[in-house]
């Protein structure tokens, strides 16, 4: 008998979850990470839980991850493989970036796992992309090979902003002044959503939940929502065209699934479909809110799997 444990490492929360061979959770655990000086220390609290040794293991980790070394952003943990793997007795240890892990996961989600944005005509086996504005832009493609779903990386956040319409053009050369490259992370991200409040507002001093103020009645946090909204939208049909989505476009990520409201009344969707003559084909897409926080830990899981499976 194998046992498995996954993770989902990030800045504010840790979840980790141990699986049986027979697909059956023996141990799950949510932690919050500023109270640990280390990933070692959650992991040793975590292990005693399961039942027995663990045999494999895959974390995903909201930070760079460079040939088995991993860094978690806003914290000062550095994650090694292998010394995790000595530590603690473990096989094999996989630690995987949390967007590829989101993506991973993406095919293993059901239909309550989602809010659909716009039904489309999904085409199972078609590519999909993964586009999720949280503390940065996370992109990614995934795609059917050889029986498995494959995940196709991406730093897409990082390409150039294109702006829509004249005050998106106002808000490019506002920003180009302090940055000089604009991303999209720039402006579709929570720091995105912050440089628009900004250019709105004029104040330096940025409020923490703005979509808050803009369900209050905020004037300039209103407005900032929705650039926001149209810019999300609009880099979400830049991704359906480059990959030709036909499985789908799934948004990822905090800021949808907390603020749904914002992405529901059609405003979204006019924008990923403002692409001229290939706005027809766009109508064709199924567009998905993911509302399942697990997403991440579920791709991890399967990673799990995926090395256990390579091993027999």
Known sequence: MVRMAAGDIGGTNVRLRCVESTGEVSAERRYESGRYHSFDDILREFAGRCPGPIDTACFAVAGPVVEGRAEVTNLKWIMVADDLE???????????????????????????????????????????????????????????????????????????????DEEQTQLLIHLFQRYRHVSWERVCSGMGMSNIYSFLSGHKEIPARISELAVDGDAHATTAMRMFVDIYGSEAGNMALRGLSRGGVFLAGGIAAKNARFFTDGRFIEAFLRKGRFKDFLTTIPVDLITNEGVGLLGAMEMARRTVMNDQ
């Open 86 to 164: 000595r530590a603690f007795g473990i096989r094999q240890i996989t630690l995987i970036n949390d967007f590829y892990a989101i993506a991973l996961g993406v095919p293993l989600l059901g239909d309550g796992d989602l809010l659909s944005l716009q039904k489309g005509e999904r085409d199972r086996t078609a590519p999909m992309a993964i586009i999720g504005a949280g503390t940065g832009l996370g992109e990614a493609m995934i795609m059917f090979y050889g029986g498995n779903w494959e995940v196709v990386p991406s730093e897409g956040g990082h390409a150039d902003f294109a702006p829509q």
